[in-house]
């Protein structure tokens, strides 16, 4: 059984820049046989996009993610990651 649920907020901070902050949860319940497992997963994502010309765009953001987990061929982690990207419509 899984529920979860994800929130983003996103921010025109000028004309040609905009800020997006997001928010995701999932948790994940085993059945039957498998009904003690368990695995939660979260990610705090926040990113700024500015425009560099009408067709072209750079962004950079950072992500934050934790899963956690009791099942025994799994392991529990926490993730921090950073990303930059440019993007050119043709």
């Not at 025109?12 to 994940?28: E, K, N």
């Not at 039957?32 to 990113?47: E, I, M, V």
């Not at 934790?66 to 990303?83: A, C, P, Y």
């Amino acid at each position: 059984r899984q529920y979860g649920t994800q929130l983003e907020y996103n921010r025109r901070l000028s004309p040609t820049s905009s800020m997006v902050a997001a928010v995701r949860w999932s948790r994940i319940d085993g059945l039957g046989l498998r009904k003690d497992d368990s695995t939660r997963d979260a990610s705090y994502r926040l990113s700024w996009t500015t425009t560099l010309s009408p067709r072209s765009e750079f962004s950079i953001g950072s992500q934050f993610r934790r899963v956690q987990t009791n099942i025994t061929s799994g392991s529990s982690f926490d993730e921090l990651s950073v990303s930059t990207g440019l993007a050119h419509r043709f």
